[in-house]
């Protein structure tokens, strides 16, 4: 008997899932850590598009440890509205017809998140973003612009992966690239 072909919404359902579990595996946890570079995860559905991003908080902040100056609480105090602010850092092809849901930070050391702790013992620490879309039809989006690099100069280059419900794709973006094709 043939198998039955999925249909739209349970293949998106299956892409996220797919999505959500290459996030979570051990060999993703302890990637590099390298300044200049982040990771940009996205997964398109019919109602919803996610973008997940982890950087070094270098790359935004320009240090990985409490803030210690007034100077310095102000640069994180910039750095975390800019990222809150997901209509301004963010445009999906308006085919879409996608807006804003939920923004959450995640970073330990400046105290969001599960818990306020210290820089690693390495004197390394991330912060963990992800932005949630609302959408009329995720499907149509033909792409997603970022102003990742112009909201944070000491970033240079992000490695990007993305489900759609119509296939998966990485990519390299380097500063000033600010446009992801997605894969149609």
């Excluded at 102000?74 to 879409?96: E, M």
């Excluded at 039809?137 to 970033?155: K, P």
Aim: proline share 7%; hydrophobic share 50%.
């Amino acid at each position: 008997m043939p198998m039955p072909l999925l249909v739209p919404a349970r293949a998106a359902c299956a892409a996220a899932s797919l999505l959500a579990a290459l996030l979570s595996a051990p060999a993703l946890a302890h990637k590099a850590h390298q300044h200049g570079v982040a990771t940009l995860d996205l997964s398109v559905e019919p109602r919803r598009l996610s973008v997940w991003f982890t950087s070094p908080l270098d790359n935004l902040v320009g240090f990985e440890r409490e803030p210690r100056t007034d100077a310095e609480r102000q640069r994180v105090d910039a750095a975390l509205a800019a990222l809150r602010d997901a209509a301004a850092l963010w445009r999906i092809d308006p085919a879409a017809g996608c807006s804003p849901a939920e923004v959450v930070l995640t970073a330990p050391v400046l105290g969001l998140g599960a818990g306020a702790a210290p820089a690693a013992k390495d004197g390394h620490a991330d912060l963990e973003a992800r932005w949630d879309f609302s959408c009329r039809d995720g499907t149509r989006a033909g792409f997603v612009e970022h102003g990742l690099f112009a909201a944070f100069a000491r970033l240079g280059r992000l490695e990007v992966q993305a489900v759609t419900p119509r296939g998966q794709m990485k990519v390299v973006l380097r500063k000033p690239a600010g446009r992801i094709a997605l894969a149609r």
